[in-house]
């Protein structure tokens, strides 16, 4: 014999919308796992998943997997910024990106500038700099691309 739960279920929206609740409902103390909802976290989650699905799609696109192609791009970072994705300053960030080249191909979807941005989503960009190819890691620039 099988058993069923039915489960009450709260919107997501009415948790995170403020001014959506029900007129009367207190839903303090409601949460979302492992603590209070967090619209920006939440927010920043679903672009970073989105930035990992698009680089699981370029990677297949070259014939690689994700997890090759972060490995090519660590070692443009090495060669750029000797592996410090979080590099911002005035001019270059990330993985040895122009801020203004990280602005006019895309990156403000992800982060103000490239070092804000996770791996993945510099990856992406990257990519799209590049028109799909991945820099030569081995005869490194360090005046940045």
């Not at 510099?122 to 700099?129: H, L, P, R, Y």
Request: aromatic residues 8%; proline residues 6%; negative net charge.
């Amino acid at each position: 014999m099988r058993r069923f739960v039915l489960a009450l279920l709260v919107p997501l929206s009415t948790v995170i919308t403020p001014g959506a609740t029900p007129a009367g409902a207190d839903l303090r103390g409601i949460t979302a796992h492992h603590g209070p909802v967090n619209r920006a976290a939440l927010m920043a989650h679903d672009v970073s998943a989105k930035a990992t699905a698009t680089l699981t799609n370029l990677a297949a696109s070259i014939h690689m997997s994700a997890d090759e192609l972060r490995a090519s791009w660590s070692r443009v970072a090495w060669c750029e910024v000797h592996g410090n994705w979080q590099m911002e300053g005035p001019t270059y960030s990330g993985i040895g990106f122009l801020n203004s080249t990280w602005n006019g191909y895309g990156g403000l979807a992800y982060a103000p500038t490239a070092g804000a941005a996770t791996e993945d989503e510099q990856i992406v960009i990257g990519m799209n700099v590049t028109g799909g190819y991945i820099p030569d890691q081995y005869g490194c620039n360090p005046n940045g691309w």
